[in-house]
């Protein structure tokens, strides 16, 4: 079942955030747009450079009024001890969220339940609460944070210009498209 247009189901962790643990539940993805990032597990490969290219990115998200949130099934001492450690995980501001009993991962159907790990999932939340992208990537696939803003930037347009929507590659000012029946068959 696909998880476009449902709400985000309850929730309470904990994340390491700008020097603090803090309690993150499903009302924070609410009343704002939200990515929530799930990523296999802290001290890896791939997963720097995604955080890390995010954190580059962040401002911009921002800028939108965009939270985003890291997620993995590590603990959130964990991220901490990475954010301590790694000069790529240091720059992040945005919140990380520990997961270790997997309702998060189970949540948003990302859990890799024989190894304890999350799928690398992507998912952009609007301001009601429900699930507008869903993009999940095998393991050894690397994300694009300057793509998700893309994305992200669509999405809020589609959302504030109700019977407009985007073609592929659309970017902020790009000519969108109001589906008609004198479209059908002419694109």
């Known amino acids: 079942m696909s998880l476009i247009n449902t709400e ?4 309470k962790a904990t994340a390491y955030h700008n020097g603090q643990f803090v309690d993150v539940t499903e009302a924070n993805l609410k009343g704002k747009w939200s990515v929530v990032f799930f990523y296999p597990a802290d001290f890896t490969f791939v997963c720097p450079t995604e955080l890390g290219d995010l954190a580059d990115n962040y401002a911009q998200f ?3 009024g965009v939270e985003i949130y890291g997620v993995s099934t590590d ?6 001890a990475w954010h301590d450690t790694s000069d790529t995980i240091h720059k992040i501001k945005y919140p990380l969220v520990g997961d270790p009993t997997w309702v998060l991962s189970k949540n948003f159907e ?7 790990l999350a799928d690398r999932g992507t998912f952009v ?9 869903v993009e999940i990537n095998a393991g050894g696939i690397g994300r694009d944070a300057q ?11 589609v ?4 019977g407009e929507v985007c073609p592929a590659k659309w970017k902020e000012g ?5 589906p008609s029946l004198d479209l059908v068959g002419k694109i």
């Open 159 to 162: 959302r504030n210009h109700p």
């Open 125 to 133: 939340i609007d301001p009601d609460g429900k699930v507008q992208i």
């Open 8 to 11: 985000v189901k309850p929730f």
């Open 147 to 157: 793509e998700l803003l893309r994305k992200v930037k669509a999405a809020i347009y």
């Open 174 to 178: 790009d000519a969108t498209l109001a």
């Open 62 to 64: 921002q800028k939108l």
């Open 110 to 116: 990302v859990l890799i339940e024989d190894a304890g």
């Open 75 to 80: 603990t959130h001492f964990t991220h901490k």
